[in-house]
């Protein structure tokens, strides 16, 4: 058992745009499990975009991180001592005690992973909580009927990414929008979307969606907010259904940013805005994995990754979500 | 038959707060029925908030109102000729062909309504469009269950009132907001709710919204929007659902206005907003009718009436609307 594991924590709350002295790289002796209780080595961590809202001190849908303690997330590891019957040496695990290069936690924080049917970091994503976002998202949330209209925002991530790929595999039109043209080739090239919008370089957003929904629009996946969702709104279709994900362009503005001016549409055009977090919805994994495991399998659902390496690399990973930085999954390879 | 019916047209397109010189008074004769058809006189017609979107030149639920051609909206009225063997001169009818003072139509356009259950304005209130909006918008848009906390704003208008009396009638703590002490304290006195604001007086909407919920918003049935939508979403428990039924307080607005800053919450609290039109849902109106009717024949739905007399006075009317003029249904009596 090793005696030291390195953790993020953070170091005081940001305001506006996280910065590197909000976070702090710190070492902490490793626990050694008690009886009942799992260690596991790290192999990968997540970073998300919610966790910019757990470093507010405010009653959400999960406790708030607290300064000066570590960090937390989705992660995979292995385990290297057990004291729990379910599990052995070497098994791959599942939990929530990211952001550290060791957790030690009772059995029931770990889940065992099967990393002969898919690398484990493909639960961090196309197969986990991001994955199973898009599914959720699309079929509870959204209600998406087979061959609508269907626009997604921030297409080519974790999220968006699977999102335009079910659309797809339900013979939908999707159009997804990104901020590269490099993300715009891939959505296009790999991805299989109907047409690919930089939002950085198309100009006027309403119109270029407006241009790429000649039909209008009857589901909308939502992860930016601000301008992308006013863009949607003037677009949809009767009895439209969006799905707010995530409203990224607003998670480090210092002022509250002000909602769409045209959310009177959703009047009358009778839509539906539905707002949701995927920890709701657990029930509905294995019809999620099933399907997505499937469409990897006929290669119908690919995914792209942009990996930092060691635990010191993961508030710049963080901070790429914010920018941009990542196309797919924003990991953080620990070891392994 | 009378020679000549007067009507109000719309003799230009408002900008911003509707203007006497919007509308224009015409006579026009009074066009005999055909085979298959009715003439009716109409004894009351209704002025609502919705007619406004209805001025403006857009693609809606309804084609807008043209530029020199007579208005429309609900009327009641009583059939003076008839060439169809369902109606009969003296029967009471309910039509869409309101500001105006005599109706020729095929006879499909009305239907009978029983004016010994009711007096007949009341099938342009309570029992009626503005009714059948608040039961729709708790029932099937809300799923409004028993003793959940429901927030109606404008709750002293046609819509709101009979909202808050059936959140009553299920068991539901109600917060109504109005615009004036008068209303406030019918709100109270007679409807029974919970707390009655003021939102003229009270200071800081979200404040007194909190402050009225301790245990957090259920449902919103919404009405006005800006602030009041902005207060209702601070306030919203988890699983909250928003009943958008409009946002009267941008219908005069010459730039869009915003819309609420903290709309993210609908993410974090996992809440459904969902627009809906009346005319979508005409399929709830027995039920609807038969409990709003035995409510009022025990004495536990009650309803206020502003009149304004004559056509003349239709455009008068409907800018009462805007300016908190109306306690209720608002009416214009043409005759009878």
Redo the contacts between chains.
Sequence with gaps: MPAVSREIRLASRPVGMPAPENFQLAETPVRAPQEGEVLARNLWMSVDPYMR?LMIDQK??AQPFQVGEPLNGRAVGVVVESRHPDFRPGDHVFHMLGWREYATAPAQAFELIDVTAAPAQAYLGVLGAPGLTAWVGLTRIAGLKEGENVFVSAAAGAVGSVACQLAKARGCRVVGSAGSDGKCAWLRDVAKVDVAINYRTCGDLTAAVGAAFPDGIDVCFENV?GAH?EAALTHMN?FGRIA????IS?YNSVE??????????????????????VR?HMDLRPQFRAEVSALIREGRMHFQETVEHGIERAPAAFLKLFTGGNAGKMLVRLAG
Aim: hydrophobic share 40%; aromatic share 6%.
């Design positions: 809202g959400s849908y907010g969702l009767v707010l994900c995530g409203m607003g509250p940013p002000p909602g769409p001016s045209n959310l009177a549409l959703a009047i009358t055009r009778s839509l539906r805005l539905e707002g949701f977090v709701n």
